[in-house]
C-alpha cells in the first residue's frame, strides 16, 4: 500500500486514462471493535464498482474484465493490520493501486477518465510531510515523515552507500578514532554527494529537511553541504543504520515543536487577516473564495468534516451522509482547490479556529 503522494506522482494519477478509471474509495480504523467490520466494507465496495462496470454500457466486455481483475489484484495487496483511516484503490486498465491515508474518507465509487484524487491531496497536506537524512561514514538513508512515522525513502538514490578497504566505523569509535573518518577527503566526497542528491529530492519534492548523524559527521555537512546546511541538525548517530521507529523517536520532539510554531504564526496572521477584513470563515464562505482562486492561505482543524449540498447558487446548505445530492468531502475539495491555484494549506489542532467554525482563509485581495 501507498503512502507517500509526491508532486510527480500526483500528476500521474490525474492523467486522463481510457474509460473507465475506477476510484474506490472506504473508511478504515486502526483499533478494533471498529475494524473489525473492515474486511466486509471493503469487499462489499469492491462489489459495488464491480456492480457499476457491468450496469455501464460504456465499458467493452474486454476492458470491464479487465478493470474488475485489476479491483481483485488490489484487493490481494490491502492488509487491513496496517490500515490507517482511509483507503483509496485506482484501477483502470493495465493498472491499480492502494493507498492507505491517515485521513478519513466517504465511502463512494466513481466511474471517470481520471482518477479521484483530492482526497489523496487533502490527506498528504493533513501529514505535513517532511524529510530526515540520516548521515555516517559508510550509509546515507533517505526518510519520508508524517503525522505519527517515518518510512525508508528507496528512490532519488538513497540509500547510500560507501565501502572502503579495512573501512571499520565500530572499531574507529572504540578507539576514539571516528572524528578522523570525517576528514578524509573520501567522505568529504561522499556527504558531498548526499548533499547533491538531497538536493534533486528538494526540487521534486519541497518539504522541511532534518538531517541527523553523529556531530563530527554533521560538522562536515556544514563544510560540503549546500541544501542540508540550511536543514534542522539532530545529533544523534546510528539512523543511517537504524529502524523507522528509532528515526521517528528521535524527531518526534522536533516535528512536534514546529508544529506549535506553526500554529500559532496561523492564528496570528488570521487575527491580522480580520483587521485588513481580508479574512473568510466557515464552509460556505471559503468555498466561495477557493472557487474564486482568492484564498492565499487555508486552515483546517484536523478533523474537521461537513456533508453539505450545493443549493444551485453560489452557497452551500447542510445535508445528511447518504443523501442522493450531499457532497461529503467537501472539505477535501477546498484543499485541492486551493492548492491548485497556488494557496498555502495549514491543519490545525482541533478547536484552534475558535469561532470560525473548523476553516478559515486569509484572501488575496
Not at 506522482?9 to 474509495?25: D, I, K, M, Q
Not at 548517530?237 to 522536533?254: D, I, K, M, S, Y
Request: charged share 30%; hydrophobic share 40%.
Amino acid at each position: 500500500m501507498e503512502h507517500a503522494l509526491s508532486p510527480a506522482t500526483l500528476s500521474e494519477l490525474r492523467r486522463p486514462r481510457p474509460y473507465p478509471a475506477v476510484s474506490v474509495l472506504t473508511p478504515t480504523h486502526r483499533r478494533e471493535p471498529e475494524s473489525t467490520q473492515d474486511r466486509v466494507r471493503l469487499r462489499n465496495v469492491v462489489a459495488e464498482a464491480k456492480r457499476q462496470l457491468e450496469a455501464d454500457p460504456a465499458v467493452p466486455r474486454e476492458r470491464r474484465a479487465d478493470v474488475a481483475r485489476q479491483l481483485d489484484a488490489a484487493l490481494t495487496e490491502i492488509d487491513l493490520a496496517h490500515a490507517e483511516d482511509g483507503l483509496v484503490i485506482f484501477a483502470a486498465p493495465g493498472e491499480h493501486q492502494v493507498w492507505s491515508l491517515a485521513r478519513p474518507v466517504p465511502e463512494r465509487v466513481v466511474l471517470s477518465d481520471t482518477f479521484l484524487t483530492r482526497n489523496l491531496v487533502s490527506a498528504q497536506a493533513a501529514e505535513r510531510p517532511f524529510w530526515v537524512l540520516s548521515v555516517s561514514a559508510d550509509r546515507v538513508a533517505l526518510w519520508s515523515g508524517g503525522v505519527d512515522r517515518v518510512t525508508e525513502h528507496r528512490a532519488g538514490g538513497f540509500p547510500m552507500t560507501r565501502s572502503r578497504d579495512n573501512f571499520d566505523a565500530e572499531r574507529q569509535e572504540r578507539i576514539g578514532d571516528l572524528p578522523s573518518t570525517f576528514r578524509d577527503e573520501g567522505t568529504r566526497h561522499f556527504l558531498r554527494d548526499a548533499d547533491t542528491a538531497m538536493g534533486r529530492v528538494l526540487r521534486a519534492d519541497a518539504r522541511p529537511l532534518y538531517v541527523t548523524g553523529e556531530t563530527a559527521a554533521l560538522s562536515l555537512l556544514d563544510e560540503v553541504g549546500g541544501v542540508t546546511k540550511e536543514a534542522l541538525h539532530v545529533s544523534h548517530g546510528g539512523l543511517a543504520h537504524g529502524t523507522p521507529e528509532a528515526v521517528w523517536q528521535a524527531v518526534r520532539p522536533l516535528v512536534a515543536a514546529e508544529e506549535r510554531r506553526s500554529t500559532d504564526s496561523v492564528a496570528r496572521e488570521l487575527e491580522t487577516a480580520r483587521g485588513r477584513r481580508a479574512f473568510a470563515a466557515g464552509v460556505d464562505e471559503v468555498w466561495q473564495n477557493a472557487r474564486e482562486g482568492r484564498v492565499r492561505l487555508l486552515a483546517v482543524e484536523e478533523n474537521y468534516r461537513v456533508t453539505v449540498r450545493d443549493t444551485g447558487g453560489d452557497h452551500l446548505a447542510p445535508a445528511a451522509s447518504g443523501d442522493l445530492d450531499a457532497r461529503e468531502d467537501i472539505v477535501d475539495e477546498i484543499v485541492e482547490q486551493c492548492l491548485e491555484t497556488g494557496a498555502e494549506v495549514r491543519f490545525v489542532p482541533d478547536g484552534a479556529l475558535g469561532d470560525a467554525d473548523g476553516i478559515a482563509g486569509i484572501l488575496r485581495y
